[in-house]
């Protein structure tokens, strides 16, 4: 093998043309069967193999410093500056980051995985240093490229004329051979009328097109995109001062050596435009319409499909309560950025194709966009990670609540997710939402309660917020109502107070306590805030309460309801409040079974900390 001989990026520079075919093919084979063994990133990676060599064998990292935007495109750039070895324990714990990572690598500088940073980060470095010391190269993808930060960005570094290398990496459109053909030529097309008379020629077809399959496959727009949009992306780059250079084959190595090279020589900034094909090389991920199978579990390398049954998730769970939601009441919008398969929309825009947005990877924008459409009296219910709310707090903050519009908030991924690491973790959101005070937040511990709550949420008023994490849906035959609290066990010696999924394990704990002879009672407060009032009522008979949430403890639901607590008996003759929760602090990549046990937030760790506060030793 080729690649066995590459340890750094000084090895590339000497490889043949012949040689570069070579490791391309083996790169994908390595990747394939990396990913297909732990799951990971792997479209965007197989669509930018030739692209990483190129930029490699053109620049000198980390003198040179390659930005990532996203992360998720950085698999080739790890193997190739020496991390090949530890791709068997990708994003496992201790093991390999899936994103880059500035403890393992010198040629790392920023660990990236949300997207539309990186022109930010070009910039400040390009200008805290002198040309001398090195060039900045930021690689970013097309969808990364409609989020509002990264032209705020191009807007800087334009009117400074800050020396910034910009590779947009458009995998968005899925070019076959044909159409990547045609991309070549769009120079040359756009200098004569042909793109707009393609264009008029393109557009009813592309707009009879039903949305679902539109967000279902990117790759219906590339024939518009390719005679329309190019031109356009030139005159707009180079109208904020930045020269653009392209289309460039992505999978072309002379045409991609040719243009960076030309990029490097400028004195000024330089936007070389890269089409690539995501996927590329692997026929289930390039035949995948929904993300070209953009990250997956571990899979069958024969067909691209999961190894294992997946039990039903949350987001399936809401994806179903959603579409009834919006099928009893005409004026629910679902919104998403970017995400409308991961979020559970693809049912609802095949059945209410006009009543869900897709606004691009630009969470600031759809928040806001959500108040004017509840001002006009719909009910948007925008779906997005949690993790990537806190990019739209202001929004949800002075948008939304300060204008008290109802506006649903629904959360996927909420608490520890495990793989994707720090950046991935949704440990913020009941912290965010619990200091926007006009806000209904509820916390559903199984699908049944989030059912009932989706349905009470479209019919308050002002802003509401639900949250759920990753993994399997919990199931239960009980299910509370309205705003009221939920007593599951009864107990005289403490009262856990257990947030959304922290419910089942607090249970478990109980019931290990009360093998001893300990009963604890368990409330599911089912909204954080406003507190059911009958739920404190009885808090206050205790001496011990203890709350346990998914989210960090530090202003968060268990401190929410410790304060109320005090408010309702003062702080002399209010209980002892025990918070187990998420410390402060950046939680690395692991599976999140794995994460809660050492953060004490399983049932083991909730009966510890029961016992240690009680002083009763373990059995």
Not at 7 to 25: C, F, I, M, N, R
Not at 437 to 443: H, L
Not at 492 to 511: Q, Y
Request: glycine share 10%.
């Amino acid at each position: 093998m080729v690649l066995n001989r590459i340890d750094g990026p000084q090895d590339l520079k000497s490889l043949t043309h012949d040689d570069l075919l070579t490791v391309a093919e083996e790169l994908r084979t390595f990747i394939v069967s990396s990913v297909a063994k732990v799951g990971g990133h792997l479209g965007s990676n197989l669509g930018a193999v030739e692209l990483t060599l190129a930029l490699h064998r053109v620049f000198d990292s980390p003198r040179d410093t390659i930005l990532w935007d996203t992360g998720h495109q950085a698999y080739v750039h790890k193997i190739v500056t020496g991390r090949m070895g530890l791709f068997d324990q990708l994003r496992q714990a201790g093991g390999l980051s899936g994103y880059p990572s500035r403890a393992e690598s010198e040629h790392d500088i920023i660990e990236n995985s949300h997207a539309s940073t990186s022109l930010s980060w070009a910039f400040g470095l390009a200008k805290g240093r002198s040309r001398d010391d090195g060039q900045v190269i930021a690689v970013i993808g097309d969808g990364a490229l409609t989020g509002g930060m990264a032209y705020e960005a191009l807007n800087t570094i334009g009117h400074l004329q800050v020396p910034v290398v910009i590779v947009l990496n458009d995998n968005g459109r899925s070019y076959d051979k044909t159409v990547s053909r045609l991309a070549s030529e769009v120079s040359r097309v756009r200098l004569s009328g042909v793109y707009r008379a393609a264009r008029r020629a393109v557009d009813p077809i592309i707009d009879r097109v039903p949305y679902a399959s539109k967000v279902a496959d990117a790759g219906l727009g590339a024939v518009k995109a390719v005679v329309a949009d190019d031109p356009a992306l030139q005159g707009f780059v180079e109208a904020l001062g930045i020269h653009y250079l392209g289309p460039v084959g992505g999978h072309d190595f002379k045409d991609l050596e040719h243009a960076l090279r030309v990029a490097s020589a400028e004195n000024g900034p330089v936007l070389v435009h890269v089409l690539t094909q995501k996927g590329k090389g692997y026929a289930p991920a390039e035949t995948d319409r929904e993300k070209k199978l953009h990250d997956t579990s571990a899979f069958d390398i024969a067909t691209g499909r999961g190894t294992k049954t997946k039990p039903r998730s949350w987001t399936q769970a809401f994806s179903d309560v959603l579409l009834d939601v919006m099928d009893a009441n005409e004026d629910v919008v679902a919104m998403t950025a970017a995400m409308p398969g991961s979020t559970g929309l693809l049912p609802c825009a095949a059945r209410h194709p006009e009543r869900v947005i897709d606004v691009g990877i630009a969470e600031q924008h759809m928040v806001t966009s959500a108040a004017g459409l509840a001002h006009q009296g719909k009910i948007p219910v925008v779906a997005v990670y949690s993790t990537f709310f806190s990019r739209a707090f202001d929004q949800a903050n002075l948008d939304v609540g300060l204008h008290d519009e109802h506006v649903v908030f629904c959360f996927d991924r909420a608490g520890i997710t495990g793989d994707d690491g720090a950046s991935h973790h949704g440990v913020l959101d009941l912290s965010l939402c619990l200091r926007i005070p006009a806000m209904t937040v509820f916390a559903p511990s199984s699908e049944q309660e989030l059912v009932e709550m989706l349905h009470t949420a479209v019919t308050l008023d002002g802003p509401v917020s639900l949250r759920w994490p990753k993994y399997a849906a919990a199931q239960r035959d009980t299910v509370g109502s309205g705003l009221a609290a939920h007593k599951l066990r009864e107990g005289t010696a403490a009262a856990v107070v257990a947030i959304g999924d922290r419910v089942e394990p607090a249970l478990v704990a109980a019931e290990a306590l009360a093998e001893d002879g300990v009963d604890v009672a368990v409330w599911d407060p089912r909204v954080i805030r406003p507190v059911d009032g009958a739920m404190l009522d009885d808090l206050r008979r205790y001496d011990l309460v203890i709350t346990v949430e998914n989210g960090y403890a530090s202003g968060g639901a268990g401190a929410h309801i410790a304060d109320r607590l005090v408010e309702l008996t003062g702080v002399m003759e209010a209980p002892r409040v025990l918070r187990l929760g998420v410390p402060d602090g950046y939680i690395q990549h692991a599976k999140p079974d794995h994460i809660l046990a050492e953060l004490g937030l399983d049932a083991a760790g909730i009966e510890a900390g029961i016992r240690k506060t009680l002083g009763i030793d373990a059995a």
